[in-house]
């Protein structure tokens, strides 16, 4: 257990070390900073009158010219995990390094565990520490404490941000445990990230369109439309994140976004703020989706690398 | 002339010019056939002042200046306009009466006319311009022009009767008691503001009613929500509770008050800017100093640099 | 061949790859104390023995023991005992040495105490004090092997497995290294294990030395007694090309004074013989009526062994 630990800090020290963490960490921040520039700006606007959850506008409200924090968001966190994850044992593996530290007393499994643990906390630390100064910021210029309840979300934000990228980073540990060079590795994730991304709603919109007229004036036929859409562009992880996190920080019909709306439906909504106990129930799926990618390709890679055979050539 | 060539489009002098001078001709003939007849003697027409105006009564505030348009003409019996004889032009004395705390004067075009030069069977365009120096009483003041003939001997006289119907005004004011069109205001929380109410009116006005118009969500109320009655030239000082919301966003917000009688009524706009609470503002600061220096630390201890 | 004298012992060990027998049923013994050369050409399958030998990969078949701990089962405690400095040793680049070695040490579970006062220890001994705080990457390859010596006593080790110590190091340097090595071997009497496909660089450290090719031991012992134990004794090979060969003829080889062995390699024969007998030979084949096309007679074992098995490859 020890040697998880050390293997862990050695990690964290890489990472708070190497340039490509100050790169994202700027990134984040600038994104973050400019971001709730904007939602200041258009706050007033967004969170009219009585709405309870004024500090959750924060991260949701976006200008003309930028995007809202999570879309940030939504668009970072992949590459922070790829970043932080592509090299973790082929880089080791070619440099060297990784046969003499398993000829050391330590199980194989500290290496790899210790660095999944150092990437997530790096990326924890990335998403919480922005997330709490925008935060911050908000509180000083909006003067709005934020409620218990929206606390409440915020962190479950985080946390979702963090399996997310636990996720990627899994990921891309996988493509580093399987692919012999550093290159090829985040080339695979990120192709995986662009394809999921921005093309999977692209086909997914093709072939609902190709099932289902797009035309038709039936709404049997719009519901089947968008069904067949949604279900497609499910597949991919990063539809199932903006998801959870827009019903999450979006109470009032931040759940309606995503599925059909009959009009009929729509004039006897009374549009009012889900509990957090229902946006919880609203993101089970998603969440548990996240969740289980993330362990699922943190398993894989660790079952590999377990099994795999280390030479220094 | 000149108010009527004003108003009158071309097209209306061209017509009238047109007319006229088909109207002559025959005229010329008659004049003709008089020269013919030079011997009959018509016993002349009385001469008379004919006035003619469309409002005879106007109504307005104490205060206003009351402007009567009217026109004079100088003729006699149903002789044509336009035929000149000896007597082709007169002077006339105008004399107005007007009550007292008036002054009123007859004018043609921008000035003043004590006297006017008419020409016999012509129009001319008058106003009559009174004007109330004093405060008056509502009510109604009767105002005359006589024309009075100037020439010696000559009794010819006619005058004009105008009524000028003072209203009573109801002026009320509302205005900030610091004089400034902003305040700050604390979210969460009562603040108080002080208004100034004042019957800027010579009589006293009643039943005036407050309200206000803020952003959705904050209460706002009136120590007074109704005001039975405010003496002439009274002030009165409103408190004015407003309490915009815990979650209000700090910045600025417009609110306007507003009073109404049945016969005035005023309102103000307010700039109202909601300040961060200061334990808030703390907070805030203390949070991002707080991560700042964590990732400081992280930083320090665990970066290799 | 007692367990107690004995730090590794490898019994029947195979290891395939693919249906590929890369290790074929090794049996090994090296003694406490000694410094044992494994020789043998690239890919002979050195360095697998090794990876068995620290439980880095499992075998097919067989078994290997280090210091009494089966490899297999409890590899860490053999890693304990054990320093191992793989073929291309790699250190953390943007570390220092001192901070490579402190990890190291972490790995070690060493008392964080004591790990300067070991790593100012270690550092001499190779002579590397001088860079205790210069940064990995401005080392030349013999500054880097000497830190993996450095690295591999951290654990005060019993034993020192070294794969291609003298790899890819001009002369100088590859003898310092194997000084250093063999003073290490008196002072501390660790045993090492050195694989190598240097046979004329090794015979001068290694007493005794194991020939490994195509993944079969083919001999064993000191370099000089090497060749008679590899082919059957005899301090005389003579080599034999004839028109054809019969078993008749074979025998009658056999039977000629002073003839230990005759073994039959391709299409040649070697006669192991302990004196000049070519004369005797050639009436002898003569006398068959047999024509011999060519007949040379070798007296160095190394070079024989060298051109046999080494250069071949
Ligand atoms: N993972 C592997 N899969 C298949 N063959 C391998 C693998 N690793 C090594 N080999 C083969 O095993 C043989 C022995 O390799 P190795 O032990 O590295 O030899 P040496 O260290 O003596 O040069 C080589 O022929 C090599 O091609
Ligand atoms: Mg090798």
């Known amino acids: 257990m020890r040697s998880i630990l050390t293997v862990y800090r050695k990690e964290l020290t890489d990472h708070f070390s190497s340039n490509k963490f ?48 999570i879309t940030f968001i939504i668009f970072f966190i992949p590459i922070i995990g790829i970043i932080f994850g592509f090299d973790a044992i082929n880089s080791e593996k070619n440099s060297g390094n990784l046969s003499r530290v398993l000829s050391q007393p330590i199980y194989r499994d500290s290496v790899i565990n210790g660095k999944f643990l150092a990437g997530i906390t790096t990326l924890s630390i990335i998403i919480t520490s922005i997330v709490f100064i925008i935060s911050g910021i908000g509180l000083f210029s909006i003067g709005v404490p934020p409620t218990s309840e929206e606390i409440l979300r915020i962190f479950f934000f985080i946390f979702i941000c963090i399996f997310y990228g636990g996720f990627w980073m899994g990921l891309s540990i996988l493509f580093s445990v399987i692919m012999e060079k550093t290159a090829a590795s985040i080339l695979t994730a990120i192709a995986i990230w662009i394809f999921l991304m921005f093309f999977l709603p692209i086909i997914a919109n093709a072939i609902a369109n190709a099932v289902v007229s797009p035309e038709s004036a039936s709404v049997a036929d719009q519901v089947r439309n968008y069904t067949i859409e949604h279900s497609i562009s499910r597949i991919s992880p990063s539809t199932l994140f903006t998801e959870a996190i827009v019903i999450l920080l979006v109470p009032v019909g931040g759940h309606l976004l995503f599925r059909p709306l009959l009009e009929a439906e729509v004039s006897q909504m009374i549009l009012n703020p889900l509990s957090i106990g229902q946006s919880l129930i609203q993101v089970w799926p998603q969440l548990v989706v996240i969740v289980a990618l993330a362990i699922i390709c943190f398993a894989i890679s660790y079952i590999i690398f377990m099994r795999q055979e280390i030479r220094s050539t | 002339m000149e108010t009527i060539k004003r108003k009158l489009p071309v097209f209306f002098i061209i017509l009238t010019l047109t007319l006229s001078i088909v109207l002559m001709i025959p005229g010329m003939l008659f004049a003709q056939e008089d020269e013919a007849t ?93 004007i109330p120096l004093v405060q008056q009483e509502p009510g109604e003041y009767e105002l005359k022009a006589t024309f009075k003939s100037a020439v010696e001997g000559d009794t010819l006289e006619g005058s004009i009767e105008f009524t000028a119907v003072i209203t009573a005004t109801y002026e009320i004011s509302l205005t900030t008691k610091t004089g400034r069109l902003s305040t700050e205001l604390t979210s969460g929380k009562d603040n108080h503001y002080k208004l100034i109410l004042e019957n800027k009116s010579s009589k006293s006005v009643e039943n005036i009613s407050l309200s206000s118009t803020e952003p959705e969500g904050w209460q706002v109320s009136f120590d007074k929500e109704k005001i039975e009655s405010i003496e002439a030239g009274e002030k009165i000082e409103i408190d004015v509770t407003i309490n915009p919301p815990e979650k209000t966003i700090a910045g600025d917000y417009m609110m306007t008050f507003r009073a109404s009688s049945e016969n005035s009524n005023d309102n103000i706009e307010l700039r109202v800017t909601v300040e961060t609470p200061t334990i808030w503002g703390i907070v805030g600061i203390g949070i991002i100093v707080v991560v700042i220096i964590g990732v400081a630390v992280i930083f320090a201890r665990l970066g290799r640099r | 061949m007692s367990d107690n004298n004995n730090i590794i012992i490898a019994k029947d060990l195979s290891k395939k790859y693919n249906e590929h027998l890369v290790v074929d049923n090794l049996n090994l013994a090296i003694k406490k104390g000694e410094i044992f050369g494994l020789l043998g050409p690239n890919g002979a399958g050195k360095s697998t023995v090794i990876l068995m030998a620290l439980g880095l990969t499992e075998p097919s078949s067989g078994s290997i023991n280090v210091a009494g701990f089966n490899s297999t089962r409890e590899p860490l405690k053999v890693k304990r005992i054990t320093g191992y400095l793989p073929e291309k040793v790699g250190f953390y680049d943007d570390m220092t040495a001192k901070g490579n070695l402190a990890y190291t040490s972490e790995l070690n579970n060493i008392p964080y105490r004591e790990t300067p006062k070991k790593i100012d220890e270690v550092l001499e001994i190779v002579g590397l004090s001088k860079n205790k705080n210069q940064l990995v990457k401005t080392f030349s390859k013999g500054m880097k092997q000497r830190l993996g010596i450095a690295d591999v006593l951290i654990k005060d080790p019993q034993l020192v497995i070294f794969d291609e110590p003298t790899e890819g190091l001009d002369l100088k340097v590859a003898n310092q290294i194997l000084q250093t090595i063999l003073d290490l071997n008196k002072q501390k009497n660790i045993t090492f294990l050195l694989s190598s496909h240097q046979l004329n660089l090794m015979q001068r450290v290694c007493p005794r030395v194991g020939i490994l090719s195509r993944g079969k031991l083919i001999g064993e012992g000191n370099v000089e007694n090497l060749g008679r134990n590899l082919f059957g004794g005899g301090k005389y090979r003579i080599e034999l090309e004839l028109e054809k060969v019969t078993g008749e003829i074979i025998e009658k080889l056999k039977k000629l004074d002073k003839v230990v062995n005759v073994n039959k390699v391709d299409n040649q024969l070697q006669v192991v013989c302990d004196k000049d007998i070519r004369q005797d030979i050639s009436r002898l084949i003569t006398d068959e009526g047999i024509l011999m096309t060519r007949m040379n007679m070798k007296q160095d074992a190394l070079e024989e062994i060298y051109l046999k098995y080494f250069k071949e490859e």
């Open chain 2, 38 to 130: 030079e011997e009959e003697i018509v016993e002349p027409e009385p001469e008379e002042l004919i006035f003619d105006t469309k409002l005879p009564k106007l109504q307005a505030k104490d205060g206003e200046t009351f402007t009567f348009n009217f026109d004079v003409a100088y003729k006699a019996g149903d002789e044509p306009f336009g035929i000149e004889e000896g007597k082709s032009e007169k002077t006339f004395d105008i004399t107005v009466d007007y009550p007292a705390g008036w002054i009123a004067a007859v004018a043609s075009g921008s000035t003043e006319a004590p006297a006017i030069n008419l020409k016999f069977n012509s129009r001319e365009s008058l106003r009559l311009m009174a």
């Open chain 1, 22 to 69: 100050l790169v994202l960490l700027a990134l984040i921040y600038i994104a973050g900073l400019s971001s709730t520039y904007v939602a200041l700006q258009n706050i007033r606007e967004s969170a009219s009158g009585l709405s309870k959850h004024v500090f959750l506008y924060l991260f949701t409200t976006g200008g003309d010219v930028l995007p809202s924090f």
